[in-house]
């Protein structure tokens, strides 16, 4: 079994003055959200072994701050700090901003290690709303800090979410709380 954790990432900032959209920081409440997203992640027992992010200042701040929830630190530090501890490795991708779905479905497949069973993939709209409606999604809106977590019956990343290999999603926060609703079954809550 093979679980990818689909995530946009949480609130962010407007752009100031001169500043590009890609250096755009999250807002308190948006690190209060990836916060509390990776606090139900824990609580679910779905920490991923793998964290894959755009390197987008708020997509990687996004997977650092669930990244640290989930391993059990007890307060957020907001800075991307690469080298922070042991635990979960996050590898920052440039070629994550503005993908698309197949990009998001390719990075799980292409960079989870063969015995690594869950991935976590942070991006941006509208590749990561396409993708999670691609794998079963009911097609709602995908606001900042949605996290959707999707199994598949295979033993190799590389079937994860091909074409006829179809995932069972079995987890969706929305708002950083588990979302029961949309007529999806399977979603815990």
Sequence with gaps: MKTVLLMRHAEAAEATSGQADFDRCLTASGISMAWQTGLLLRAQGLAPQRVLASAAVRT???AFLVRQAVAGL???EVAVQPD???GIPVQLQTGLYGASADAFADVARYH???DESSVLVVGHNPGMAMLMCCWGLSAFSVPPATLAAFRFDV???LEAGRSGCHGELILLIRNARLDSGH???G???
């Design 84 to 86: 922070f501890g042991p």
């Design 155 to 157: 033993s190799d990343w």
């Design 74 to 76: 007890s307060q957020p």
């Design 183 to 185: 007529g999806s079954p």
């Design 60 to 62: 990687a701040q996004t």
């Design 187 to 189: 979603i815990a809550g």
């Design 112 to 114: 989870a290690a063969p």
